[in-house]
């Protein structure tokens, strides 16, 4: 009985922190980091300010929490990208349909996350952690991209990057508008592309 009690209480230790994370997102997204209070995200978790505290020092700890759930889902991705059973052409096609099924999973979530990576002033304390997770998927791309035999690998690896940035900003904006399926096999078709350079 006491290991599925600890699953227990494990899951409901998750769900909580998540609850507590959906709820500062949107906060902070919505009415601005400084203009939120921990009351506020308490309120909108449906729990106390009391387990706020139990899971994060702070508001900064929260943010802190948000951005790293982002970024374990971006190294999913990555898995993908390093995957040395696939070729480099599977690899590049599946990651991009990987980063499309994750969009469209949870559009409000990455539309949240997207309007507070434009709060500069906010995200200056982790620049350094973001910088690098930055430079180590272009690296990782850059890699894939030069297994396909392009002369200039990490400027083609930054070009599909852009791409894929716009596209998915685009969506974000439109959404239903927007013909995201079609984007998605046009950037596929991009990509067969690259080894004809």
Request: hydrophobic share 40%; aromatic share 8%; glycine share 4%.
């Amino acid at each position: 009985m006491c290991p599925r009690r600890k699953e227990q209480v494990e899951e409901i230790r998750s769900k909580s922190i998540n609850q507590i994370l959906a709820a500062a997102l949107d906060l902070f997204a919505h009415k601005g980091f400084h203009n939120t209070t921990i009351s506020q995200i308490a309120k909108k978790a449906a729990i106390s300010k009391g387990l706020i505290y139990n899971y994060f020092a702070s508001k900064e700890d929260l943010l802190g929490g948000i951005i790293d759930q982002a970024m374990e889902t971006g190294e999913e991705i990555m898995d993908t990208i390093k995957n040395p059973n696939l070729d480099p052409q599977q690899a590049l096609e599946k990651s991009i349909d990987d980063v499309f099924a994750m969009i469209e999973s949870n559009p409000t979530y990455w539309k949240l996350l997207m309007a507070l990576s434009f709060q500069e002033d906010i995200l200056k304390q982790f620049e350094f952690k973001l910088r690098k997770q930055e430079f180590k998927n272009l690296e990782h791309l850059t890699d894939l991209v030069r297994k396909m035999g392009v002369k200039e690998p990490q400027l083609e690896a930054m070009y599909l990057s852009a791409l894929l940035d716009g596209v998915l900003l685009h969506y974000i904006h439109f959404q239903d508008h927007y013909p995201l399926h079609k984007m998605k096999e046009l950037l596929k078709a991009k990509t067969k592309e690259i080894g004809n350079h």
